[in-house]
Nanobody, 115 residues
């Protein structure tokens, strides 16, 4: 059974930092492309950051220069370091694993940035 479990969310003031983690099980982690997505109230889910199995990285324009995605294949974990947080970063953040048309999602974790 595939599980993606996010942790590290919470409430932070604008300008602060958080580090999200997503621990994966039930997949061959090193072969999966991993991504972080977010969904704010009333909005569609959007890509935040994406890292292929080969290490190629993509960021949304809204987080470029502030967020950093990384992965530890030995720990089957992907991270999202979020710095200089803004109130508009408030959302539920989801971890995603993808490989050969198989797509898995975590349950999501709340990140709230107060102004």
């Amino acid at each position: 059974q595939v599980q993606l479990v996010e942790s590290g969310g919470g409430l932070v003031q604008a300008g602060g930092s958080l580090r999200l983690s997503c621990a994966a099980s039930g997949i061959i982690f090193r072969l999966n492309d991993m991504g972080w997505y977010r969904q704010a109230p009333g909005k569609r889910r959007e890509l935040v950051a994406f890292m292929t199995a080969g290490g190629n990285i993509t960021y949304s324009d809204s987080v470029k220069g502030r967020f950093t995605i990384s992965r530890d294949n030995a720990k089957d974990t992907v991270y999202l370091q979020m710095n200089s947080l803004k109130p508009e970063d408030t959302a539920i953040y989801y971890c995603n694993a993808e490989r050969i048309a198989r797509n898995y999602w975590g349950k999501g974790i709340q990140v709230t940035v107060s102004s």
